[in-house]
């Protein structure tokens, strides 16, 4: 009984699903406009988390030794540093590396070049270029160090830390990024009700031309399931199509937005991600579509059940 | 669930059944009547008279305000939603504006009530066009609703109210739309139904029709019954 009344719902789902031609176009289009900017939010956030991960990849601090530190010396700071779970990387630059890539730097400054040659001893201390995991966490990190400058006990290793110098800029920076991702899931989450509420209300007024069927259907003798059942199915099945309307929508509009996009926000580009996590973002809008669809149907009909 | 006092040739009684609105719409005031089983009742009143909502009463659509209504021993406003589902199965009705499901075929819309009880494929491919044919619709099996004419549109909402044999034919007003021919057309398959064995009320306000059928006739008046005789006439 219960599989003979689930093969005759999902049958009529779909003739319904085939048969209201206007309303399903109508539908379709609705839920196609509100999963697509759905799914807008999604590359929103994708380009918006890339970009401010490459500003954050920006920001470091230095520490810049003394020449005379021992190089065992350093080699145990740095270990220390990367016990800390503030740190993300510690890169050693020694001294012979460094008045490498100083000379690299300046290989066409003859000038330069030759009053190196004038000295007798290499000039450039060693250095620590250090990331944290995130921007705020900067200011542990030189307290660690200044901390460190202090207990090692009268002669200290360490020459200059820059963070000191750059603690406005770092600080300004963390703190607009901290706003953006504040702003951005905002937005997202504001956008996202009101893309809820839209493909609820299309439902709704999908299954208020239905309302005498319903009754007739309730004083036939039908049961809420099976009264239900098919509105649920066409529900579904709007989700569905749009989903896999608003998919291949993005393919276009995704290769015209990718030169735009990574112009602007600097490296993202939106086609990469839109074919890398093709997957996730069809798993994303298909579930989605399932689900409002189902459940605005669901809760639609439940009105007109009284009877 | 509490049991029918009256007699048991009764299969519908209702007891002093009161519905009110609002406090000065009394839409039901005290009606009492029972009706036997394979009688046909026609129930005559003019527009507001109470008529539909006594049949809406007896479908456990509206609740009354006072008194009870019984189908055999049950008190239906005591039912739950399920066995109200149950309970409207053993009910056929028909409606003035026909009440068809717009968007499927005459096969389906008969096909529905008999799939709504849980009825086997093998069963509803076998009794739809049988129920079809026998209201005279056999060679407009497949059309739509919108395709039928008024009185075609009637035999199709009878030919669904009778394919699960109820025991029991609720008829509301059900010429109210159609044309003398149509009219009697009807009034003769409301006829046969209660030859072979189904209690049928029926509401109108055709006198042409009550007439004709030479049955019991109710008439109700602002909410009350003011006349109820066998082999009744229409008068008002």
Same mark, same amino acid.
């Given at each position: 009984?219960?599989?003979?009344?689930?093969?005759?719902?999902?049958?009529?789902?779909?003739?319904?699903?085939?048969?209201?031609?206007?309303?399903?176009?109508?539908?379709?289009?609705?839920?196609?406009?509100?999963?697509?900017?759905?799914?807008?939010?999604?590359?929103?956030?994708?380009?918006?988390?890339?970009?401010?991960?490459?500003?954050?990849?920006?920001?470091?601090?230095?520490?810049?030794?003394?020449?005379?530190?021992?190089?065992?010396?350093?080699?145990?700071?740095?270990?220390?540093?990367?016990?800390?779970?503030?740190?993300?990387?510690?890169?050693?630059?020694?001294?012979?590396?460094?008045?490498?890539?100083?000379?690299?730097?300046?290989?066409?400054?003859?000038?330069?070049?030759?009053?190196?040659?004038?000295?007798?001893?290499?000039?450039?201390?060693?250095?620590?270029?250090?990331?944290?995991?995130?921007?705020?966490?900067?200011?542990?990190?030189?307290?660690?160090?200044?901390?460190?400058?202090?207990?090692?006990?009268?002669?200290?290793?360490?020459?200059?830390?820059?963070?000191?110098?750059?603690?406005?800029?770092?600080?300004?920076?963390?703190?607009?990024?901290?706003?953006?991702?504040?702003?951005?899931?905002?937005?997202?989450?504001?956008?996202?009700?009101?893309?809820?509420?839209?493909?609820?209300?299309?439902?709704?007024?999908?299954?208020?031309?239905?309302?005498?069927?319903?009754?007739?259907?309730?004083?036939?003798?039908?049961?809420?399931?099976?009264?239900?059942?098919?509105?649920?199915?066409?529900?579904?099945?709007?989700?569905?199509?749009?989903?896999?309307?608003?998919?291949?929508?993005?393919?276009?509009?995704?290769?015209?937005?990718?030169?735009?996009?990574?112009?602007?926000?600097?490296?993202?580009?939106?086609?990469?991600?839109?074919?890398?996590?093709?997957?996730?973002?069809?798993?994303?809008?298909?579930?989605?579509?399932?689900?409002?669809?189902?459940?605005?149907?669901?809760?639609?009909?439940?009105?007109?059940?009284?009877? | 669930?509490?049991?029918?006092?009256?007699?048991?040739?009764?299969?519908?009684?209702?007891?002093?059944?009161?519905?009110?609105?609002?406090?000065?719409?009394?839409?039901?005031?005290?009606?009492?009547?029972?009706?036997?089983?394979?009688?046909?009742?026609?129930?005559?009143?003019?527009?507001?008279?109470?008529?539909?909502?006594?049949?809406?009463?007896?479908?456990?659509?509206?609740?009354?305000?006072?008194?009870?209504?019984?189908?055999?021993?049950?008190?239906?406003?005591?039912?739950?939603?399920?066995?109200?589902?149950?309970?409207?199965?053993?009910?056929?009705?028909?409606?003035?504006?026909?009440?068809?499901?717009?968007?499927?075929?005459?096969?389906?819309? *008969?096909?529905? #009530?008999? /799939?709504?009880? =849980?009825?086997? @494929?093998?069963?509803?491919?076998?009794?739809?066009?049988?129920? +079809?044919?026998?209201?005279?619709?056999?060679?407009?099996?497949?059309?739509?609703?919108?395709?039928?004419?008024?009185?075609?549109?009637?035999?199709?909402?009878?030919?669904?109210?009778?394919?699960?044999?109820?025991? *029991?034919?609720? #008829?509301? /007003?059900?010429? =109210?739309?159609? @044309?003398?021919?149509?009219?009697?057309?009807?009034?003769?398959? +409301?006829?046969?139904?209660?030859?072979?064995?189904?209690?049928?009320?029926?509401?109108?306000?055709?006198?042409?029709?009550?007439?004709?059928?030479?049955?019991?006739?109710?008439?109700?008046?602002?909410?009350?019954?003011?006349?109820?005789?066998?082999?009744?006439?229409?008068?008002?």
């Amino acid at each position: 009984m219960f599989w003979m009344n689930t093969k005759r719902i999902v049958k009529y789902g779909f003739i319904n699903f085939w048969r209201n031609g206007f309303v399903t176009l109508a539908s379709i289009l609705i839920m196609t406009v509100t999963l697509f900017i759905m799914g807008s939010l999604i590359f929103l956030g994708a380009i918006l988390d890339s970009s401010l991960n490459q500003i954050k990849n920006k920001v470091d601090i230095n520490v810049y030794f003394v020449t005379t530190a021992p190089e065992e010396d350093i080699i145990s700071l740095k270990s220390s540093l990367e016990q800390l779970s503030e740190v993300s990387s510690v890169e050693y630059v020694s001294r012979e590396q460094a008045i490498e890539e100083f000379k690299k730097r300046h290989e066409n400054d003859q000038l330069i070049l030759q009053a190196l040659q004038e000295l007798d001893d290499n000039p450039l201390g060693a250095h620590f270029n250090i990331r944290a995991k995130e921007t705020s966490q900067y200011e542990s990190i030189a307290t660690f160090l200044e901390n460190y400058q202090t207990s090692s006990g009268g002669v200290s290793i360490v020459d200059k830390v820059n963070f000191f110098q750059n603690k406005i800029a770092i600080e300004k920076l963390s703190n607009i990024i901290l706003s953006i991702d504040k702003l951005s899931f905002g937005v997202i989450i504001v956008f996202m009700i009101i893309s809820i509420l839209i493909i609820f209300n299309t439902i709704r007024l999908a299954i208020y031309t239905s309302r005498e069927e319903i009754s007739v259907m309730k004083l036939v003798g039908a049961g809420n399931f099976y009264v239900r059942g098919p509105f649920v199915i066409e529900g579904i099945m709007y989700g569905v199509s749009s989903a896999l309307i608003a998919l291949a929508l993005f393919y276009p509009v995704t290769i015209w937005m990718a030169p735009l996009t990574e112009d602007f926000f600097g490296g993202a580009n939106i086609f990469n991600y839109y074919v890398n996590n093709f997957a996730q973002i069809f798993v994303v809008l298909i579930l989605s579509g399932v689900f409002l669809g189902g459940v605005s149907s669901y809760l639609a009909v439940k009105k007109y059940l009284k009877i | 669930m509490t049991e029918n006092p009256k007699k048991n040739g009764n299969i519908i009684h209702f007891d002093n059944v009161k519905k009110m609105y609002m406090e000065n719409a009394i839409a039901l005031d005290g009606v009492t009547l029972s009706i036997g089983k394979n009688e046909f009742v026609s129930i005559v009143g003019h527009s507001g008279a109470g008529k539909t909502t006594l049949l809406k009463m007896l479908l456990a659509e509206e609740k009354p305000t006072d008194g009870k209504v019984y189908f055999n021993t049950t008190d239906v406003h005591s039912l739950n939603r399920k066995n109200i589902t149950y309970y409207r199965r053993k009910i056929g009705t028909v409606f003035q504006d026909f009440r068809l499901i717009p968007s499927k075929t005459a096969y389906e819309n *008969v096909a529905f #009530a008999m /799939e709504a009880c =849980g009825r086997e @494929d093998r069963e509803i491919e076998l009794d739809v066009p049988y129920v +079809l044919d026998l209201v005279d619709l056999g060679n407009k099996i497949w059309n739509f609703p919108n395709e039928l004419s008024g009185g075609e549109k009637q035999r199709l909402a009878i030919a669904r109210a009778i394919v699960n044999q109820p025991e *029991v034919l609720i #008829a509301d /007003e059900p010429t =109210g739309n159609l @044309d003398p021919i149509n009219t009697y057309e009807i009034a003769q398959i +409301l006829k046969k139904i209660n030859n072979i064995g189904t209690t049928v009320i029926l509401t109108t306000h055709n006198k042409g029709v009550i007439d004709s059928l030479n049955s019991r006739v109710v008439t109700m008046e602002n909410g009350k019954i003011i006349r109820d005789n066998e082999n009744g006439k229409y008068i008002i």
